[in-house]
Nanobody, 117 residues
Framework: QVQLVESGGGLVQPGGSLRLSCAASEIGLRLHTMGWHRQAPGKQREWLAAISPNSNTNYADSVKGRFTISRDDAKNTVYLQMDTLKPEDTAVYYC???????????WGQGTQVTVSS
């Protein structure tokens, strides 16, 4: 079964930056819309960003101007560059891909991001 694996999470100070990666297992992502959600403690999962096969992007208002989604199809990887991080950005971040192997949405396992001084 196709898997998406996130990496790059960790502990950062407020105002810092992280870049998350989402890599696919032996399948090209070129034809798929990819994106990111997050889930903070006590809150529902929140959509953050998406990128289409032609690299059109959309962002949630909460992260627009601070986060950037990108894709490197040669590396079969999607990225989320997170700048000017705030404590309220603390969450588990999940990568997703649409219509991979006929599934409406495939989710990664998540990577923890903690923003704290």
């Amino acid at each position: 079964q196709v898997q998406l694996v996130e990496s790059g999470g960790g502990l950062v100070q407020p105002g810092g930056s992280l870049r998350l990666s989402c890599a696919a297992s032996e399948i090209g992502l070129r034809l798929h819309t990819m994106g990111w959600h997050r889930q903070a403690p006590g809150k529902q999962r929140e959509w953050l960003a998406a990128i289409s096969p032609n690299s059109n992007t959309n962002y949630a208002d909460s992260v627009k101007g601070r986060f950037t989604i990108s894709r490197d199809d040669a590396k079969n990887t999607v990225y989320l560059q997170m700048d000017t991080l705030k404590p309220e950005d603390t969450a588990v971040y999940y990568c997703y891909g649409d219509y991979i192997s006929g599934r409406r949405r495939t989710w990664g396992q998540g990577t923890q991001v903690t923003v704290s001084s």
